[in-house]
């Protein structure tokens, strides 16, 4: 059995301590054997730098996806290129930097990660149609090498095409795990087909917060529509995500299981 841990959107240096503290005592207690995170907010919230992605794989995580948020630091055009470990959305134009799939080898079998952006309520972003795209990649992974199992990290803002994605990819992948919103859901399900899904994984950082960051802050940007710059929160450290249990002969989810472990976060001292 192989099991993937996959976390939730590491949110600003509240969400990097919660991994600092709390990510090695998970992977013992689950028997992980490889660990996928959305890392596009780990630097103050808002994007992800060079020194982060590298600070979050000397953590434990092996693969860090992004999307919308992925190259708001200047500094990860030159280095997603370089940086196998870090995908942006497979569905991004050829020009933009970086791969959005790649092959690992996880307890000797092989995996293809593929991370795909959604299309609705991304309105400014002109990409290819997310299922046009999962299809394809899907097609051309089956051709070129059958027994490797594929898992599809899907970035979109509602539910409704989360969810459609499930059943467009039913039986053709181990998992579809769905990101973004911040908000962990409650629909952890595998198919009759063996496919894991769950349509949001959440967050890590402060639970007690607004996406992670501080609501009395949000709730001013949202009462005045002033530009307001967003502040971390440290209130109650969270750690949320999903664990997957995959059949080593069959490829096929046999579990898959939330995560919402507290630990404990402190804001350093200035």
Known sequence: MINILFLGEVTGRPGITAIKNGLQALKTEYNIDYTIANGEGMTNGFGIGKAHSLQLGKLGVDTITGAEKLFYKIDM???????????????????????????????????????????????????????????SIL????????????????????????????????????????????????????????????????????????????PAEEIRKLRSQLPVRSQECWDDGIIEGAVVSIDEETGKALSISRIMKHVDIKRPEK
């Open 139 to 214: 097609k051309k992974l089956n051709e070129t090498n059958p027994d490797e199992l594929v898992i599809v990290i899907f970035h979109a803002a509602t539910t409704a095409e989360k969810k459609t994605m499930k059943f467009f990819l039913d039986g053709r992948c181990s998992a579809v795990i769905g990101t973004h919103t911040k908000v962990i859901t409650a629909d952890e399900t595998v198919s009759e087909k063996g496919t894991a899904y769950i349509t949001d994984i959440g967050r890590v950082g402060s639970f007690m917060s607004a996406g992670g960051f501080d």
């Open 77 to 135: 055009v030159e280095f997603v290129p370089k940086a196998g470990f870090i995908l942006r959305p497979a569905n991004y134009p050829p020009l933009c930097p970086g791969h959005g799939y790649r092959h690992v080898v996880i307890k000797n079998r092989k995996f293809a990660i593929v991370n795909i952006q959604g299309n609705s309520n991304f309105p400014r972003q002109n990409i290819q149609n997310a299922f046009f795209t999962a299809d």
